[in-house]
């Protein structure tokens, strides 16, 4: 799977150990940066992963920060994007089957590490589901209709 990794100073530690255990899987991986731990405004390094997901450059996403929330936000500006934010498995489970999302966004001050990466392990294996959920996720861009 083609995954775009990104993440701001405070998700910098994770998205290291992310980036290296997906490689291992044998997934390619492009680190859209930030690459140190030195503080940056973390929009600038999200919404380049959320844009190229957006434009099928790559199946999925996955954003790290403080508490995953603003990095969230930023991603679900994008059109196209359905960004979770989980803090363990059964949150990804449930965003990938009930939501088919695309984007994962994480926060490393409120997750495990060990956790972190099952729920990484978790939301990539996870199916959509389909059915009445696609129905939903269809209405979800504004110009979409039952």
Known sequence: MRIA??????????????????????HEVEDMGTYSDESVDYPLWIRPVAEAVSRGEYERGIILGGSGNGEAIVANKVPGIRCTLCWNVESAEFARQHNDANVLSMGQRLVEEETALEVVRVWLNTGFDGGRHERRIRQIEPEATA
């Open 5 to 26: 990794i990104g993440s701001d100073h405070a998700g910098f530690d994770y998205k290291e150990k992310i980036r290296a255990m997906l490689a291992g899987l044998g």
